[in-house]
Structure formats: C-alpha cells, structure tokens
C-alpha cells in the first residue's frame, strides 16, 4: 500500500477534528499537512501526521489573529468625490504602467516595439501599426498574441518571485 492511500483517511479525520477549533477549512489544514510531509519526508509517518496537523492548526490559528481585515473603505472620503481622483490610486495606476512598460521593455525580438505601438495613447489601428513596423497588416494578429504572451509570463513570473528578480521592492 502506498503511503498516500495508507494516510489520507487518518489525516482527513485528524485535519476534521482540528479545523473548527483552528478556524480553517479541514482541505486547507490537510494540503498544509501533506506539503510539509513532502518537505520533511519523517521516518514514521503515521505516527508523525497527528502532531503535524496540530502543528499546523496552531500555526492557522496564530495566523488568523494576527491578521487584520482592511476596511472596505481605508479613508473616509467625501461621499460624492470621484473614488478615481484620490492620489494613492493615481500612485498605484502610474506604478501598474511603469511595471508594465518594464516588461514591455524585456519581451524578446520584435514584441517591444509592437507592444509599445499596441499601448499607444494615440490608439493607432491595425493598418497604421503594421505600416510603422513594416509588417503585414495580416500577420499582426499572431505576432500581438505571441507577445502578449511572453509579456504575461514575463509579469506572471515576477508577480509569483515578489517583483523584478525575486526581490521585494
């Protein structure tokens, strides 16, 4: 018998029993489980699954008072102002383009120039697009979706890593 289908119903039971009083979905506290049966791999795995899902119920437990909701609204504004108008969203429209444009920056072969021309203020059409690129208008379409393609990635990868690199900013 393998080892999954040995622990599943003693941690599905153990990981029931501790997730009401953690305050987590029973699913959530057994994944956490077998995730760090994955990264520690102990010698006696049935009898190390029941402190484990403690383990992590406490862990669940201690996160959750730890955090704090936001408010649905952060700053009272005035009722009738433009939510649009408020400086930190302006802040964070400006850093969602600069990051955007960095990518664009990034993506390989003719997908920069095409990506800068797609995101143009002036919104050129098809036709003036492909004439500023020299290409056919037709293969326009396949080109746009491959780097668009690569420019997801691109921002996918850096989304996942924390930013640019791995870094935190």
């Known amino acids: 018998m393998d080892l999954v289908t040995e622990l599943r119903p003693l941690l599905a039971a153990e990981a029931a029993a501790e997730a009401a009083a953690a305050g987590v979905d029973p699913a ?3 994944q956490a489980v077998w995730v760090r049966l994955l990264e520690q791999a102990p010698a ?30 952060p700053y009272a504004v005035e009722p009738h102002a433009d ?6 969203r302006a802040v964070l429209a400006a ?11 990034r993506t390989p072969g003719r997908c920069p120039r095409l990506l800068t021309a ?10 003036e697009i ?8 037709g293969s326009l379409g ?5 780097c668009l393609g690569c420019l997801r ?17």
């Open 142 to 146: 396949p080109v746009r979706s491959r």
């Open 44 to 73: 006696e795995p049935r009898r190390w699954v029941g402190s484990a899902v403690r383990a992590e119920a406490h862990r669940a437990r201690r996160q959750i008072e730890r955090e704090l909701p936001y408010p649905a609204e």
């Open 130 to 137: 492909a004439g500023e690129l020299g290409m056919s208008q």
């Open 118 to 127: 797609l995101l143009s203020p002036a919104d050129p059409t098809y036709r």
């Open 28 to 30: 959530d506290l057994e």
């Open 153 to 169: 990635r691109i921002l996918t990868a850096e989304v996942a890593a924390g930013g640019r690199w791995g870094k935190e900013r």
């Open 83 to 88: 939510p649009e108008a408020r400086p930190e």
């Open 95 to 105: 850093e969602r383009r600069r990051a955007v444009r960095a990518a664009v920056r």
